[in-house]
C-alpha cells in the first residue's frame, strides 16, 4: 500500500481510500481479548442483591462521580496487591471468602474510570450543547425573532408540551398557545434549531 501526494491510499490490488491518517484508529487501540474479558466481568455482575437482573447499560443513568473514585481507588488498591503476589479475598471488608484474580479487579478499575469519563463527557456535552442553544437563540432574536419569517402558519413547537399545553398550529384552529399571535411566538423558528434546544431555551 503507498500514499499520493493527494492523501489517498492505493493498494496492490488498484483500489484507492482516502488517507485515515487522522481517524480515530479504535481497531489498534482497543484489545478484543481486554474487551471480551470485560463484558463478561460485566455480565457476571448483572445479578442485583434482590435478584433481578439489571440492564446492561444500567450504569450510564447516572452514578455520581464520588462513588466512581470510591471504588476505583478501593479496586487499585485490590490489584496492587494482586500485583505484589499477595492474595485478595472478595471485596475489601467485606465476608467474602473467594479469591480475587487480577482479571477480576482490573475490570472493576476499568469500569469505575470508564464511569467516570462517561460522566465528565455526558457533562461536557451538555454544557456545549446549552451554549450552543443560548447563541442560536441569541441570533435569532437579534434578527428580529419570529417576526422575521415569512411563514407562520408552521410552528416548529408542534407536538411538544410546554407549560401543561400543546402548540399545534398547523393542525387546526383549536389550539391553546402562550402567545398573542404566531408573529410574537418565540417558538415559531427554524427547524435548524432543533425542538430539544426550543426545550432548554424555554
Given at each position: ?19 485515515d491518517?487522522?481517524?480515530?484508529d ?42 466512581y ?6 479496586h487499585a ?31 472493576a ?6 464511569g ?9 456535552l ?18 428580529g ?10 410552528c ?43 426545550e432548554?431555551?424555554?
Open positions: 500500500m503507498k500514499e499520493t501526494k493527494s492523501e489517498m491510499r492505493e493498494f496492490k490490488t488498484g483500489a484507492t481510500r482516502e488517507n491518517s487522522t481517524k480515530l479504535y481497531e489498534g487501540f482497543l484489545s478484543p481479548l481486554a474487551l471480551k474479558r470485560y463484558a463478561e466481568y460485566m455480565h457476571e455482575h448483572r445479578k442485583q442483591a434482590d435478584g433481578k437482573m439489571r440492564d446492561s447499560d444500567n450504569w450510564q443513568k447516572g452514578i455520581p462521580v464520588d462513588a473514585m470510591k471504588s476505583l481507588f478501593r488498591l485490590e490489584t496492587w496487591q494482586l500485583h505484589r503476589g499477595h492474595p485478595v479475598y472478595g471485596c475489601i471488608g467485606s465476608l467474602d471468602k473467594t479469591m480475587l484474580t487480577r482479571q477480576e479487579t482490573l475490570c478499575v476499568i469500569f469505575n474510570a470508564m467516570y469519563l462517561h460522566e465528565l463527557e455526558k457533562e461536557e451538555q454544557t456545549a450543547d446549552g451554549d450552543a442553544a443560548d447563541v442560536m437563540l441569541k441570533e435569532f432574536l437579534e434578527k425573532g419570529a417576526g422575521n419569517i415569512p411563514d407562520y402558519n408552521t416548529e413547537w408542534e407536538s411538544k408540551n410546554f407549560g401543561g399545553r400543546r402548540c399545534n398550529r398547523s393542525k387546526g384552529p383549536d389550539i391553546d398557545c402562550l402567545s398573542v399571535s404566531c408573529a410574537d411566538c418565540i417558538f415559531v423558528i427554524p427547524q435548524a434549531y432543533g425542538q430539544e434546544n426550543m432548554s431555551a424555554s
